[in-house]
């Protein structure tokens, strides 16, 4: 759809009938104007640089030929009609590319060109008759191919490959889940600018935050194709890199196809899909000329699609408006919405910035958050990535299938293994960036958590800038290093402050004062935020005008790293009975050159004689630490031994009020311990919640094992006897409401725990008084008896079977 339909209209208005000898001499000029282009075309397309050991120069030149003469055919299937501007500029970028590739024979790109003209010529004879119906049927078959063609296809960073490496939609996306939408406003309360902290540390945001949190876990997760059958005005909010705008891509693909249903009513499948980034528009209007500019359509099809009731309007980034049209959008779309009441409609957005407040939308949207992805989701992401990546290779398809699984199972096998993989991988973009570093270290995953985040932010530093800035961008004048050591300022200061999110105009106050140390004029922070605000990566612009790391865990790396690259190491230690410190000094421990020794020499003399924060984070130190003398190992081993296992109601509960610090060496201490130790390790951990424990505690739901000796607990001597799979239990109930994601395995496993932990999920659920927890435990507990009579059914019919096969 091109300027020139509207040219093939106004001769149509002139007359139908033109004389045989003046069609001639037009279709003679039209002839020589195509060749004409094609000559300016080729003549100034580059020469590619040739290679040693290159094709014949005959064999270039036939080939080139050959293209001229492809691409000929291709504009004379067009039609007797002149080719406009925007089809020159296309065919400049088609053959660019396809010099690039020597003109080869097979090139996928000519093929779609080809089809293009032909489709176009439809819609221009149509258009030349006056036939609006057959104009409108052609150009939306031409335009179903074009956005199959434009989002059909995912791209695969991060291969280190010397082209962009594009893969079919169907085979890398994973489909995405939202919360349940809700048409009703959100309760909400003004967030308090300060106030005091509840004990233990956190903020009244923090803990509104986390109760928010919770509340969402209640609510069920749907297919976000499913969310858009019943809502057809849909506002799906996402954080940066939860897989928004790919989410919007494959509804185009799958709405181009015919495949998408946008409500329960019957409408017509085949809706018409406009993606409109918000951020392409240029002016306020959301009108049908601005949407078919930011959508790439031909006004006259978006206007006539809007008026058949067959437009899927696919909004991306309601909150990513350019500066000068910034608050006038929201009521644009609005007021053109209300003109089309009947169109579907998607909306993205980031979350708003203020906690507890409802994003922007227009009126009548149903709302719905991006949800983490499940360990199943993620192990279907890493299967599909694997095998877009081996695809990518040119390998044969069973090759490729073969490669991709193997390596998928290496990796799915990791992430299982490692809580600081497993919390990372639940957003695309972390588990994209997961799947590249273990490609590109050769099948393995860093053990040691410095390494594993160092090789993580280097491809988000390096691979993933390389794959999206622009040349000239102002943080592209920073190499991985630079860009390394100017966030790790930056999240030092920010962790200092206590904060996990700044807004822009500080952020760029702290890159100005850090910028001249890295030899860069301080007027440049301005641009680098105004990059960063485009993009996904180590830091992100969390929600409109707020930034923030797009993980906790790489401001926690970076601000470690900081301290130790200016060995600061009594500040370190004077934060050690700061939850919100533990895991900066943990990871400090564990960089190449610190001095991990006096670290853990400080941590211990915290403590004097006793055991408490100090030897805790010791022993974590020494397990990230590279190297450690083993005099000071064993001096933790014996201080640890004092307390774990808790011998006594008194170790127990100093355990206890130590919480999460002590989890990390409880959790070590399982392997080696006796019956007893193990039943009172997992009650300590089930008190403190320690949801990092769930996978280990996993394989006790099944253990029969029987404590024959008394064991501590909270209050007493535990003299009764105690199954491990029953402490188990008493896990799983202490963590299904503070953990989804323990809740998800539980769910998982417990077909096959022992009998005598559903008996202990009964029990506790007769003397419970949270119904949502209730709920949850007989959920539990209906799926393990279901599993059991299964089993039993299976084996009072084996016999028959033996019988019949004899």
Avoid at 75 to 93: D, F, M
Avoid at 119 to 125: G, N, P
Avoid at 397 to 404: H, K, L, N, S, V
Avoid at 786 to 796: F, I, L, P, Q, W
Wanted: with cysteine; charged share 30%; aromatic share 6%.
């Amino acid at each position: 759809m091109t300027t020139a339909v509207r040219e093939a209209k106004t001769r149509a208005g002139r007359g139908k009938t033109v004389g045989a000898k003046r069609r001639s001499k037009m279709e003679h000029t039209a002839t020589e104007s195509r060749e004409a282009v094609l000559d300016t075309v080729f003549a100034d397309a580059p020469e590619p640089p040739r290679a040693s050991g290159d094709l014949p120069e005959m064999v270039r030149k036939n080939r080139r030929e050959r293209a001229r003469r492809r691409l000929l055919d291709a504009l004379e299937a067009r039609g007797p009609y002149p080719v406009p501007e925007g089809l020159r500029r296309e065919l400049r970028a088609l053959v660019e590319r396809w010099g690039q590739k020597g003109f080869e024979d097979a090139f996928p790109d000519a093929d779609a060109f080809e089809i293009r003209c032909a489709e176009e010529r439809a819609v221009l004879e149509a258009a030349a008759r006056g036939d609006e119906e057959a104009r409108f049927a052609a150009a939306e078959r031409a335009y179903r191919r074009e956005i199959e063609a434009r989002y059909g296809q995912i791209e695969i960073r991060g291969l280190q490959l010397s082209a962009r490496v594009r893969q079919d939609l169907e085979i890398a996306y994973v489909p995405l889940h939202v919360e349940e939408p809700s048409e009703e406003p959100r309760a909400t309360k003004p967030r308090k600018a300060a106030g005091k902290r509840p004990k233990g540390g956190a903020t009244a945001a923090e803990a509104e935050a986390a109760s928010a949190m919770l509340h969402a876990l209640e609510r069920p997760r749907v297919l976000a194709t499913d969310a858009l059958v019943s809502h057809p005005r849909l506002l799906i909010v996402g954080e940066p890199g939860s897989g928004k705008s790919t989410l919007l891509a494959y509804l185009a693909t799958r709405a181009a196809r015919g495949e998408l249903t946008t409500s329960t009513q019957g409408r017509d499948r085949a809706s018409i899909p406009f993606v409109v980034p918000v951020r392409a528009l240029q002016e306020a209007a959301a009108t049908p000329q601005e949407i078919a500019r930011a959508a790439g359509a031909e006004t006259w099809f978006v206007e006539a699609a809007l008026q058949r009731g067959r437009a899927l309007l696919l909004v991306d980034g309601l909150d990513e408006a350019r500066t000068h049209v910034a608050g006038k959008v929201l009521p644009a779309l609005t007021a053109m919405l209300d003109a089309y009441p009947g169109i579907p409609v998607v909306v993205t957005t980031r979350p708003a910035a203020t906690p507890g407040k409802d994003e922007a939308a227009p009126r009548g949207f149903a709302r719905a958050r991006l949800v983490p992805m499940t360990r199943d989701e993620v192990a279907v992401f890493i299967d599909r990535w694997c095998l877009a990546a081996e695809l990518s290779l040119n390998k044969p398809r069973g090759q490729a299938e073969i490669d991709a699984r193997a390596a998928a199972d290496d990796l799915k096998e990791r992430v299982r293994a490692s809580r600081a993989i497993e919390k990372l991988a639940q957003t695309p973009l972390l588990c994209s960036v997961i799947c590249v570093v273990h490609r590109f270290l050769g099948q393995r995953i860093p053990e040691r958590r410095v390494a594993l985040y160092e090789a993580i932010t280097n491809v988000l530093l390096y691979e993933w800038d390389r794959a999206k800035f622009a040349d000239g961008a102002a943080i592209g004048k920073l190499d991985a290093h630079a860009k390394r050591a100017l966030l790790a300022r930056l999240a030092l200061s920010m962790h200092r402050a206590r904060v996990a999110e700044l807004p822009a105009e500080e952020v760029v106050k702290r890159l100005a004062a850090h910028l001249p140390d890295l030899g860069r004029p301080e007027e440049e922070a301005e641009a680098i935020v105004a990059d960063i605000r485009d993009r996904n990566g180590v830091l992100v612009e969390r929600a409109p005008g707020s930034f923030a790391f797009s993980h906790l865990t790489f401001q926690e790396y970076l601000a470690a790293m900081e301290l130790v690259n200016a060995h600061a190491y009594d500040q370190l230690l004077r934060n050690y009975k700061n939850k919100w410190w533990h895991e900066v000094i943990v990871l400090s421990a564990g960089f190449p050159g610190a001095h991990a020794d006096r670290i853990i020499r400080g941590l211990l003399d915290k403590d004097g004689e006793g055991v408490a924060e100090g030897t805790m984070l010791a022993a974590q130190c020494a397990e990230t630490a590279i190297e450690v003398r083993q005099a000071l190992r064993k001096e933790i081993e014996k201080r640890v031994a004092r307390l774990v296992p808790p011998a006594s109601p008194k170790e127990f509960r100093t355990l206890y009020l130590l919480g999460e610090v002590a989890g990390p060496v409880l959790l070590r201490s399982l392997d080696k311990a006796s019956t007893e130790e193990k039943a009172s390790i997992i009650r300590v951990l089930a008190f403190i919640r320690y949801e990092p424990a769930t996978r280990a505690i996993l394989k006790f739901l099944k253990d029969p094992s029987q404590t024959k000796h008394p064991f501590a607990s909270f209050a007493k001597m535990e003299n009764r006897p105690y199954t491990l799979a029953e402490c188990a239990a008493v896990f799983v109930v202490h963590l299904i409401n503070a953990s989804e994601t323990a809740y998800s395995i539980f769910l998982d496993a417990i077909a096959s725990a022992d009998p005598s932990a559903i008996r202990m999920l009964k029990i506790w659920n007769e003397i419970g008084k949270d119904p949502r927890e209730e709920n949850r435990i007989e959920t539990l507990i209906t799926r393990a008896e279901a599993a059991h009579a299964r089993a039993s059914s299976s084996v009072a019919r084996s016999p028959k079977r033996a019988a019949r096969s004899g």
